[in-house]
């Protein structure tokens, strides 16, 4: 009986207030039904004028207690209406890689609308670097301050120049858009790895790697 939603001798439903069904109800109890409820069926009466009205019965109660529980949880999980003028985030969808010729894979993410780097530029772009497991090795937004480069003159790996300036089957980087490159080796560190100390590297030897790119314009 501790799961019922109802008190014996108290409680009424507010969709049946007694107030509405008669302005001079008085005195709710509870009595047995003469409906020839089974065993342990427990009705909720109105006693008016001795006269006994049969409301509801314990499984129609007990019914009514479970909808009203499952209606206000429904509506918990509802989307609630944003503050006026607050920013709505969406979940980006996957970014599918197209593989180069050369074996570079790009995706862009956000397509810049300013204008494309010119080879020797000097530019800047903020970055972040993942080994293939996912471990970052790399991040300019940690640091707090964009890389600052001349794009197509060998100042960075040879993936880097080709995933901004474009080429082999790879359109140029825009001003404003951000890009995901996947490097093969021989675009990046190659056999030689980086950070290597005392026999551990942040890059070890052969590693594919990749990064996101945000290419911010000419510096």
């Given at each position: 009986?501790?799961?019922?939603?109802?008190?014996?001798?108290?409680?009424?439903?507010?969709?049946?207030n007694?107030?509405?069904?008669n302005?001079?109800?008085?005195?709710p109890?509870?009595?047995?039904?003469?409906?020839?409820?089974?065993?342990?069926?427990i009705?909720i009466v109105?006693?008016?004028?001795?006269?006994?009205?049969?409301?509801?019965?314990?499984r129609?109660?007990?019914?009514?207690g479970?909808?009203?529980?499952i209606?206000?949880?429904?509506l918990?999980?509802?989307?609630?209406?944003?503050?006026?003028?607050?920013?709505?985030?969406?979940?980006?969808?996957a970014?599918?890689?197209?593989?180069s010729?050369?074996g570079?894979?790009?995706c862009d993410?956000?397509v810049?609308?300013?204008?494309?780097?010119?080879?020797?530029?000097?530019?800047?772009?903020h970055?972040?670097?993942?080994?293939?497991?996912g471990?970052?090795f790399?991040?300019?937004y940690?640091?707090?301050k964009?890389?600052?480069?001349?794009?197509?003159?060998g100042?960075?790996?040879?993936g880097w120049?080709?995933?901004?300036?474009?080429?082999?089957?790879?359109?140029?980087?825009?001003?404003?858009?951000?890009?995901?490159?996947?490097l093969?080796?021989?675009?990046?560190y190659?056999m030689r790895?980086?950070?290597?100390?005392?026999?551990?590297?942040?890059?070890?030897p052969?590693?594919?790697?990749?990064?996101d790119?945000?290419?911010?314009?000419k510096?």
């Open positions: 009986m501790k799961s019922l939603p109802l008190s014996a001798g108290t409680y009424i439903p507010k969709i049946l007694p107030k509405i069904l302005k001079n109800v008085e005195n109890v509870i009595r047995w039904s003469k409906t020839k409820p089974k065993m342990g069926s009705a109105e006693q008016q004028n001795d006269k006994a009205i049969v409301l509801l019965k314990r129609e109660a007990v019914g009514l479970l909808y009203v529980g209606a206000d949880v429904l918990q999980l509802l989307p609630q209406p944003c503050p006026s003028g607050a920013a709505v985030e969406v979940a980006p969808a970014c599918e890689l197209t593989v010729p050369s570079l894979a790009f993410k956000v810049g609308k300013g204008p494309e780097a010119v080879k020797g530029q000097l530019i800047k772009a970055y972040v670097g993942r080994l293939e497991n471990k970052v790399d991040s300019s940690n640091r707090g964009p890389l600052t480069f001349r794009v197509g003159v100042e960075v790996i040879k120049d080709q995933g901004i300036l474009g080429g082999d089957g790879v359109p140029p980087m825009l001003a404003g858009g951000k890009r995901t490159l996947r093969p080796p021989e675009l990046g190659g790895g980086a950070g290597c100390k005392g026999g551990s590297c942040i890059i070890p052969d590693s594919v790697l990749l990064f790119v945000e290419f911010i314009g510096a």
